[in-house]
């Protein structure tokens, strides 16, 4: 035929990818679907088709389904089969797609709609890529299928006929393909020009989608992944604008819930992003099982985004737990946005308790209108008055610090009237307070709205509104000025109380609402979650100075001051007798900070481990108060930053004895109060475990006979290594590390299940808390690395050796879960023969989460990464460690199989070298605790250890009936 020569079937072949064009495993069920009489065109109802097509077929007055219809799509899994040798399918793929040319010319089509932008496009590249099983199976319906394409090109070509946004960037890749399938060079160049041109105002700089919804992010980028692609197959220069596509997956991934979903900002009904493939989105789809989370926890997208989130449930924390919320700002007027400028959502605890309304559908429709206004949204409403459908929202202050996020957004889209937003948000309480102010040139009544999620129920409180989901807990409450407040759900007329679930489908969900009056006012509103069912608690400190909100605040997680002034957010103690709060400092993350030159480190830790040293000899507290002075001035003179001082405010409270002693056990202090018993007092009782303590000097310090549960506090240099000693009988000491900390809710040090450890009755332990944490106040995991000076693994070796001795037992059994594993691992590696009971370990700490990486070696070495050639590269890493010291070792690994990440990045490198080693003994145990690094739980790790006392023919004492 004639027309083999001028079109490149190769070509058709080479762009059959994409949406809806790739081989899977179910081509065959939606061929024979097909070929069996049936049109499924998701999410509408099956149609059964006709014996005769009639392309004006009304089979819905859905534009959506008939768009669908036009653009031969559906047809392509009878393609695919077609392909692999499937002659029925192709013989239908045929009968369809010669029908629809045949009645649906450009110039007079069946339906008006089935030549409109986007359907175009996509059914050109329906019948481009069939061309390869054409020329095959049929190569006579070239003569109709070759003149549509040729008349796609023409069409396409037409700059009358283009759309705007995704659906020019449809038609383009149409165009494009049309272009290499006829082999017409002066097509596929308009084509390129245009998807040039196209990107540049689709993207910003920072990789962030135009068109104002999260769902079209996704999309876009999917689309747009498949363009760049297109050009790439085709050997054609790549504009280099596009590389700003591989910023997307991050912003994605912070876009994402804890539930895994999409959070519903514009056109948006959930969905996730699992097809994007990148490491960041697969953490997040898989609930931090696989793949690598982001590095920060907030990020302010200038062009109008906000998502900020407790974690990424790296750390021993279930993902689906972690508190998310999310601000949308900037244009109002974005092609897929909503008029949300300004909205709010929250998630916390597993429940989305502050939501968007969602997409429903396109088109018309009351449910489909409520979803667009602003007053479906989380924000506040002037009551009568008509909104600039072209204002813009603006982000005007954002102050990010460790201690609480603070941004401000400005709203001027009522005439006359200015609408400024605070949201205050504790990091340490994962609560939000919201400050909506209103300034108004005449009255005026604002109605400060929150839209809840699906599945919550709502009770008016005398502060305002009481949620619950199940046994999960939450509030919205008002403090200040009284507002009236009212709530509603699946109110039919006028519409209100309803979120979106899906394509036409809705819940009812309750409308929460403040309302006031006058020309100048604000709403202050606290939303935050219970902690694990509990009933949040929010108190007006009524004696705060004028210009400040002072919120007292216990969640059920942690208990404290939230202090909001004009320029500056802090938070302080909970006690009524908590000192005042400074202003706040803007400042990043403690990974962020630039790490302290190495002359200034060692000045600090020298100043350190010298005035601990005097005061150990010291004879008075008068003295060691003295002392402590000293080290707050080497704090000042070096200008250390209150967050790293490397130890200071720990050598402070021990030079001082500070004991604290909270006013509610959820009263948290960063700081660690006073380990050291440095005149030997009977009273003395340091740590939340209130015991006796004795200072020791060096690892190597001799252990007196111990008769009760004691705290030994040994002063290592600078730092000072706590274990907590539980003596029994047996003759097996059982040697405990912990691994992350979350610093809001647990007071230094930690011994993680030292009481549980005991009820095993299992023989005497010891629980190391680990003083890395020392030396940065927001420090969650410190691996128990010590610092440049001190080597805490064979430091602890040591210490260990000695305990043993002292309460006469002869085996050694380390555990430790995540961080504590890697710490197990470490300091088995200096004691030859001990058991090691590793439960989801790292290895090596290269291949952890970067952020908590760096801030512990910025913490510990003043570094943010270590050279390959480095002396301390043992101390990070288990295998070198390992080998460098030729260590025997008995490992048992215990991993959670739903955690792929550790799996990959540690468990396997781990099995592989023990695994060739003589020395080594490696026993494997596995659960199935869901997706995600996950904790035993206490009945599984007494399973766990009591197999391996079984295995090492442990005595152990008698149990107590």
């Given at each position: 035929m004639t027309f083999l020569i001028d079109i490149d079937v190769e070509a058709a072949r080479r762009q059959s990818f994409g949406a809806k064009f790739e081989h899977t495993a179910r081509d065959?069920?939606?061929?024979?679907?097909?070929?069996?009489?049936?049109?499924?065109?998701?999410?509408?109802?099956?149609?059964?088709?006709?014996?005769?097509?009639?392309?004006?077929?009304?089979?819905?007055?859905?534009?959506?389904?008939?768009?669908?219809?036009?653009?031969?799509?559906?047809?392509?899994?009878?393609?695919?089969?077609?392909?692999?040798?499937?002659?029925?399918?192709?013989?239908?793929?045929?009968?369809?797609?010669?029908?629809?040319?045949?009645?649906?010319?450009?110039?007079?089509?069946?339906?008006?709609?089935?030549?409109?932008?986007?359907?175009?496009?996509?059914?050109?590249?329906?019948?481009?890529?069939?061309?390869?099983?054409?020329?095959?199976?049929?190569?006579?319906?070239?003569?109709?299928?070759?003149?549509?394409?040729?008349?796609?090109?023409?069409?396409?070509?037409?700059?009358?006929?283009?759309?705007?946004?995704?659906?020019?960037?449809?038609?383009?890749?149409?165009?494009?393909?049309?272009?290499?399938?006829?082999?017409?060079?002066?097509?596929?160049?308009?084509?390129?020009?245009?998807?040039?041109?196209?990107?540049?105002?689709?993207?910003?700089?920072?990789?962030?989608?135009?068109?104002?919804?999260?769902?079209?992010?996704?999309?876009?980028?999917?689309?747009?992944?498949?363009?760049?692609?297109?050009?790439?197959?085709?050997?054609?220069?790549?504009?280099?604008?596009?590389?700003?596509?591989?910023?997307?997956?991050?912003?994605?991934?912070?876009?994402?819930?804890?539930?895994?979903?999409?959070?519903?900002?514009?056109?948006?009904?959930?969905?996730?992003?699992?097809?994007?493939?990148?490491?960041?989105?697969?953490?997040?789809?898989?609930?931090?099982?696989?793949?690598?989370?982001?590095?920060?926890?907030?990020?302010?997208?200038?062009?109008?985004?906000?998502?900020?989130?407790?974690?990424?449930?790296?750390?021993?924390?279930?993902?689906?737990?972690?508190?998310?919320?999310?601000?949308?700002?900037?244009?109002?007027?974005?092609?897929?946005?909503?008029?949300?400028?300004?909205?709010?959502?929250?998630?916390?605890?597993?429940?989305?308790?502050?939501?968007?309304p969602g997409k429903f559908q396109y088109g018309h429709g009351d449910m489909r209108a409520f979803c667009l206004r602003r007053d479906s949204h989380s924000l506040p409403v002037v009551v009568d008055r008509d909104y600039d459908p072209k204002s813009v929202v603006a982000c005007t202050a954002r102050r990010i610090d460790d201690a609480v996020y603070d941004v401000t957004f400005v709203d001027r889209g009522y005439a006359g009237v200015r609408l400024i937003r605070r949201i205050v948000y504790s990091v340490s309480g994962e609560y939000a307070v919201v400050i909506d102010s209103v300034q108004s040139e005449e009255t005026c009544t604002v109605v400060q709205h929150w839209q809840c999620g699906a599945g919550t129920d709502a009770a008016l409180s005398d502060r305002g509104f009481e949620l619950s989901a199940g046994e999960k807990r939450a509030s919205v409450v008002y403090t200040g000025s009284r507002p009236e407040w009212d709530v509603v759900s699946g109110q039919e007329r006028p519409l209100r109380g309803w979120v979106a679930t899906g394509w036409k489908q809705r819940s009812p969900a309750p409308s929460l609402r403040f309302t006031k009056t006058g020309t100048a006012f604000r709403f202050i509103t606290v939303i935050a979650a219970g902690f694990r069912g509990a009933k949040p608690q929010v108190e007006t400190v009524r004696s705060a100075p004028k210009g400040q909100v002072r919120l007292r605040i216990d969640t059920g997680r942690v208990a404290e001051q939230l202090v909001i002034e004009p320029a500056a957010a802090s938070v302080i103690g909970y006690s009524d007798n908590?000192?005042?709060?400074?202003?706040?400092?803007?400042?990043?993350?403690?990974?962020?900070?630039?790490?302290?030159a190495p002359d200034v480190r060692a000045s600090v830790l020298e100043a350190i481990a010298r005035n601990r040293e005097a005061g150990s000899q010291a004879s008075g507290r008068a003295t060691r108060a003295a002392l402590a002075e000293r080290l707050r001035a080497v704090r000042a003179n070096h200008g250390l930053d209150e967050r790293i001082d490397l130890g200071i405010e720990a050598a402070v409270n021990d030079l001082q004895e500070t004991l604290r002693h909270p006013a509610t056990p959820r009263e948290v202090q960063k700081d660690r109060a006073a380990l050291v018993n440095w005149s030997g007092r009977a009273d003395f009782r340091a740590s939340t475990l209130r015991l006796p303590g004795i200072a020791l000097c060096g690892a190597d310090a001799v252990v007196p006979s111990l008769s009760e549960e004691t705290l030994l506090a040994y002063t290592l240099g600078s730092i000072v290594l706590p274990a907590a000693v539980h003596p029994a009988d047996g003759d097996t000491l059982t040697v405990l590390f912990h691994g992350a900390v979350d610093r809001a809710r647990t007071s230094l040090p930690l011994f993680q299940r030292f009481r549980f450890q005991k009820e095993l009755q299992a023989g005497p332990t010891v629980a190391f808390g680990d003083p890395t944490l020392d030396l940065a106040r927001e420090l969650r995991l410190g691996w128990y690395l010590g610092h440049e000076r001190v080597d805490l693994a064979p430091a602890i070796a040591r210490a260990v050796q000695e305990i043993a001795r002292s309460l006469g037992t002869s085996k050694v059994v380390l555990q430790g879960s995540s961080g504590g594993g890697f710490a197990a691992l470490q300091v088995g590696a200096h004691l030859p023969g001990s058991h090691v009971v590793a439960m989801n370990p790292q290895t090596d700490l290269r291949r952890y989460n970067v952020v908590a990486y760096r801030a512990a070696m910025i913490a510990a070495f003043g570094v943010r990464e270590l050279d390959a050639t480095s002396s301390l590269v043992p101390r990070i890493d288990v295998m070198r460690r390992v080998d460098e010291l030729g260590a025997e070792m008995n490992v048992t690994l215990v991993m959670n199989s739903g955690d792929l990440f550790h799996e990959k990045a540690h468990a396997a490198p781990l099995r592989a070298f023990l695994r060739g080693r003589a020395a080594t003994f490696l026993d494997e145990i596995r659960y199935d605790l869901g997706p995600g690094h996950r904790a035993l739980a206490n009945d599984e790790y007494g399973a766990v250890m009591g197999g391996v006392y079984d295995r090492i023919a442990s005595r152990r004492p008698q149990r107590q009936a």
């Open positions: 065959e069920a939606l061929a024979a679907r097909v070929q069996a009489g049936f049109l499924d065109l998701s999410p509408h109802a099956a149609w059964a088709l006709p014996e005769t097509f009639d392309w004006s077929a009304q089979a819905t007055q859905d534009r959506n389904w008939h768009a669908q219809l036009h653009m031969l799509r559906w047809l392509d899994p009878l393609r695919r089969r077609a392909e692999r040798g499937d002659d029925g399918a192709a013989d239908t793929w045929l009968r369809y797609a010669e029908s629809w040319v045949r009645h649906n010319p450009s110039s007079a089509p069946a339906w008006a709609g089935s030549w409109g932008d986007m359907v175009d496009g996509i059914r050109a590249l329906a019948l481009c890529v069939a061309v390869p099983f054409v020329v095959r199976r049929d190569p006579e319906a070239l003569q109709w299928l070759v003149p549509s394409i040729e008349e796609h090109l023409r069409w396409l070509s037409d700059e009358s006929n283009l759309g705007h946004s995704n659906h020019a960037l449809h038609q383009h890749q149409g165009l494009f393909v049309c272009g290499a399938v006829l082999r017409n060079e002066e097509a596929m160049a308009l084509a390129e020009d245009r998807m040039s041109s196209l990107f540049e105002t689709a993207y910003d700089e920072e990789g962030v989608n135009a068109e104002g919804a999260i769902a079209y992010h996704f999309a876009n980028y999917i689309w747009w992944t498949a363009a760049r692609r297109r050009l790439e197959v085709e050997g054609r220069p790549v504009p280099e604008s596009l590389q700003l596509l591989d910023r997307v997956p991050i912003e994605l991934a912070h876009a994402t819930k804890p539930d895994g979903k999409l959070v519903g900002i514009g056109d948006t009904d959930g969905g996730n992003v699992k097809a994007v493939g990148h490491p960041a989105t697969t953490w997040v789809t898989s609930r931090g099982a696989d793949g690598a989370p982001p590095e920060d926890l907030i990020r302010i997208y200038d062009a109008g985004y906000l998502f900020a989130r407790s974690g990424w449930g790296e750390q021993e924390r279930d993902f689906a737990e972690e508190t998310f919320w999310s601000v949308s700002f900037g244009h109002a007027d974005r092609v897929h946005g909503h008029a949300d400028g300004g909205s709010m959502t929250f998630s916390s605890m597993g429940h989305e308790w502050i939501s968007d908590a000192e005042g709060a400074g202003p706040s400092r803007a400042r990043a993350s403690t990974s962020a900070v630039a790490p302290y």
